[in-house]
Protein backbone atom coordinates (compact mmCIF):
# COMPACT_ATOMS: atom_id res chain seq x y z
CA UNK A 1 0.00 0.00 0.00
CA UNK A 2 0.81 3.40 -0.92
CA UNK A 3 0.68 6.46 1.31
CA UNK A 4 1.00 10.42 -0.30
CA UNK A 5 1.75 12.69 1.89
CA UNK A 6 2.79 16.22 0.95
CA UNK A 7 3.53 15.29 -2.61
CA UNK A 8 5.68 12.29 -1.46
CA UNK A 9 4.71 8.61 -1.35
CA UNK A 10 5.52 6.25 1.26
CA UNK A 11 5.05 2.61 0.81
CA UNK A 12 3.95 0.65 4.10
CA UNK A 13 6.39 -2.14 5.05
CA UNK A 14 5.00 -5.26 7.27
CA UNK A 15 7.71 -4.35 9.90
CA UNK A 16 10.49 -1.75 10.97
CA UNK A 17 13.52 -1.97 12.50
CA UNK A 18 13.67 0.16 15.45
CA UNK A 19 16.68 0.48 17.97
CA UNK A 20 18.09 -2.78 16.25
CA UNK A 21 15.18 -4.34 16.92
CA UNK A 22 12.94 -5.54 13.97
CA UNK A 23 8.66 -4.43 15.21
CA UNK A 24 6.43 -5.89 13.15
CA UNK A 25 2.64 -5.32 12.87
CA UNK A 26 1.50 -8.13 15.18
CA UNK A 27 4.20 -7.70 17.66
CA UNK A 28 5.22 -11.62 17.57
CA UNK A 29 8.61 -10.81 16.67
CA UNK A 30 9.27 -13.66 14.32
CA UNK A 31 10.40 -11.57 11.44
CA UNK A 32 12.95 -10.19 14.15
CA UNK A 33 14.24 -13.62 14.25
CA UNK A 34 14.15 -13.68 10.27
CA UNK A 35 16.44 -10.94 9.99
CA UNK A 36 18.59 -11.22 12.97
CA UNK A 37 19.27 -15.17 11.88
CA UNK A 38 20.71 -13.69 8.38
CA UNK A 39 22.56 -11.60 9.83
CA UNK A 40 23.70 -13.58 12.33
CA UNK A 41 25.10 -16.13 9.56
CA UNK A 42 26.92 -13.38 7.31
CA UNK A 43 28.64 -12.58 10.49
CA UNK A 44 29.66 -16.32 11.04
CA UNK A 45 31.08 -16.87 7.38
CA UNK A 46 32.90 -13.27 7.47
CA UNK A 47 34.68 -13.97 10.88
CA UNK A 48 35.04 -17.92 9.94
CA UNK A 49 36.78 -16.15 6.85
CA UNK A 50 39.20 -14.24 9.23
CA UNK A 51 39.93 -17.10 11.95
CA UNK A 52 42.48 -19.09 9.93
CA UNK A 53 44.64 -15.89 9.97
CA UNK A 54 44.33 -15.49 14.07
CA UNK A 55 47.38 -17.40 16.14
CA UNK A 56 44.73 -18.98 18.73
CA UNK A 57 43.93 -22.63 19.12
CA UNK A 58 40.82 -24.17 17.22
CA UNK A 59 38.69 -25.01 20.09
CA UNK A 60 38.65 -20.98 21.28
CA UNK A 61 38.11 -19.61 17.74
CA UNK A 62 35.18 -21.66 17.65
CA UNK A 63 34.04 -20.86 21.15
CA UNK A 64 34.80 -17.17 19.82
CA UNK A 65 32.37 -17.38 16.64
CA UNK A 66 29.83 -18.62 18.98
CA UNK A 67 29.35 -15.95 21.17
CA UNK A 68 29.50 -13.57 18.78
CA UNK A 69 27.02 -14.47 16.85
CA UNK A 70 24.56 -15.38 19.81
CA UNK A 71 25.27 -12.14 21.43
CA UNK A 72 23.93 -10.86 17.97
CA UNK A 73 20.78 -12.77 17.95
CA UNK A 74 20.47 -12.10 20.91
CA UNK A 75 20.74 -8.75 20.98
CA UNK A 76 17.73 -7.08 22.48
CA UNK A 77 16.21 -9.64 24.70
CA UNK A 78 15.03 -7.76 27.43
CA UNK A 79 12.59 -6.55 24.88
CA UNK A 80 11.27 -9.70 22.92
CA UNK A 81 12.23 -12.28 24.85
CA UNK A 82 8.67 -12.85 26.72
CA UNK A 83 6.67 -11.72 23.16
CA UNK A 84 8.95 -14.25 20.92
CA UNK A 85 6.12 -17.00 19.04
CA UNK A 86 7.63 -20.51 18.73
CA UNK A 87 7.89 -20.42 15.39
CA UNK A 88 10.45 -17.52 16.39
CA UNK A 89 12.53 -19.60 18.67
CA UNK A 90 12.36 -22.11 15.80
CA UNK A 91 13.97 -19.98 13.56
CA UNK A 92 16.46 -18.83 16.30
CA UNK A 93 17.34 -22.59 17.41
CA UNK A 94 18.19 -24.04 13.93
CA UNK A 95 20.60 -20.99 13.16
CA UNK A 96 22.20 -21.89 16.86
CA UNK A 97 22.79 -25.39 15.82
CA UNK A 98 24.56 -24.33 12.21
CA UNK A 99 26.88 -22.94 15.12
CA UNK A 100 27.49 -25.31 17.49
CA UNK A 101 28.13 -27.87 14.25
CA UNK A 102 31.19 -25.59 13.83
CA UNK A 103 32.24 -25.37 17.29
CA UNK A 104 31.89 -29.21 17.66
CA UNK A 105 32.89 -30.07 14.63
CA UNK A 106 30.47 -32.53 14.25
CA UNK A 107 28.35 -33.89 11.15
CA UNK A 108 25.14 -32.58 10.95
CA UNK A 109 23.12 -35.81 11.77
CA UNK A 110 24.12 -35.02 15.49
CA UNK A 111 21.23 -34.07 17.02
CA UNK A 112 20.68 -30.39 18.65
CA UNK A 113 21.17 -31.62 22.49
CA UNK A 114 23.86 -33.69 22.13
CA UNK A 115 25.61 -30.83 20.43
CA UNK A 116 24.84 -28.79 23.53
CA UNK A 117 26.10 -31.04 25.56
CA UNK A 118 29.62 -31.29 23.79
CA UNK A 119 30.31 -27.79 22.63
CA UNK A 120 28.89 -26.62 26.28
CA UNK A 121 26.39 -23.87 25.21
CA UNK A 122 23.02 -23.55 26.80
CA UNK A 123 19.87 -23.45 23.89
CA UNK A 124 19.55 -20.00 22.98
CA UNK A 125 15.87 -19.50 24.49
CA UNK A 126 17.73 -20.25 27.44
CA UNK A 127 20.12 -17.86 27.58
CA UNK A 128 17.66 -15.11 26.37
CA UNK A 129 15.02 -15.70 29.30
CA UNK A 130 18.39 -15.86 31.66
CA UNK A 131 19.46 -11.84 30.22
CA UNK A 132 15.46 -11.29 30.84
CA UNK A 133 15.57 -12.06 34.18
CA UNK A 134 18.78 -10.74 35.13
CA UNK A 135 17.93 -7.53 33.45
CA UNK A 136 14.82 -7.45 35.63
CA UNK A 137 16.75 -7.86 39.02
CA UNK A 138 18.89 -4.96 38.23
CA UNK A 139 16.04 -2.76 37.28
CA UNK A 140 14.04 -3.72 40.55
CA UNK A 141 17.35 -2.44 42.63
Same mark, same amino acid.
Given at each position: #???? #?? $???????? =?? /? +?? $????? =???????? =? /??????????????? /? *? #??????????????????? &?? &? #????? &????????????????????????????? +?????? =??????? $??????? *???? /???? +???????
Amino acid at each position: #MTVN #MI $GTDILTTR =SI /R +YL $GVQLD =SIINFIEH =S /RKTTVKASKTAKNIA /R *I #MPKVGASKATKRKLLASVV &QS &Q #MLYGT &QVWADMMQPGGWTIFTKSQKKILLRVATA +YRTVST =SALHVIT $GIAPIKI *IAEE /RKTL +YEAKKKQ
